[in-house]
């Protein structure tokens, strides 16, 4: 008994030296490293052939004419969208309004204004300029790391206590355009 005791305790001291033995003849560290582009996308989908009939009873009147769509994966950029007239009519720079396009002459037919508005998916009810102005919105909802939404533009004649009176415009086509742009800070 004495020897398998004894045989036991060398064993386990030769076990013990043995671990104690092994030695570390290399180390390193592998670097790896990762990146994630950014990604920002925007589409504006325009209502295919926008064509008002122009009468009194389109006084006050809400006409969507065109949905967007927006996705950023940073957290840290702010977005801005802006909404403004494409050409000055006699109402100023910046007013959006329909012109004539059929007469020309020094006495041109006056604009018919309009307002813009931009109204998000969820949310918060959207941004409008009362005075038929330049629209500018915060754009992107956080959620996470990223940022998103979608909405839709819609424009609204004057109601008739505003002024909206067609009964002095001459006949013909009229054409207004308005410039979308989206912008990084």
Not at 32 to 51: A, P, Y
Not at 97 to 126: C, E, H, K, M, Y
Request: glycine share 8%; with cysteine; aromatic share 10%.
């Amino acid at each position: 008994m004495k020897r398998r005791i004894l045989v036991c305790i060398l064993f386990a001291m030769l076990s013990i030296g043995s671990i104690h033995a092994e030695r570390v003849i290399f180390n390193e560290s592998i670097p790896l490293q990762g990146h994630i582009d950014l990604q920002e996308k925007f589409t504006l989908e325009v209502k295919q052939r926008i064509m008002f009939t122009l009468n009194q009873d389109m006084a006050g009147t809400t006409h969507e004419i065109a949905t967007y769509e927006f996705f950023s994966n940073s957290p840290e950029i702010a977005y801005q969208m802006r909404l403004a007239p494409g050409f000055v009519t006699q109402l100023g720079e910046g007013v959006f309004a329909f012109r004539n396009v059929g007469i020309s002459g020094s006495d041109p037919a006056p604009p018919i204004p309009f307002r813009l508005t931009v109204r998000p998916q969820w949310g918060d009810p959207g941004v409008t300029n009362e005075m038929f102005r330049s629209v500018n919105k915060p754009i992107g909802i956080r959620a996470g790391s990223r940022s998103e939404e979608r909405g839709t533009i819609f424009v609204t004649f004057p109601t008739l206590s505003e002024g909206f009176n067609l009964q002095s415009f001459s006949f013909g086509a009229y054409e207004a355009s308005i410039a979308v742009e989206v912008s990084a800070d």
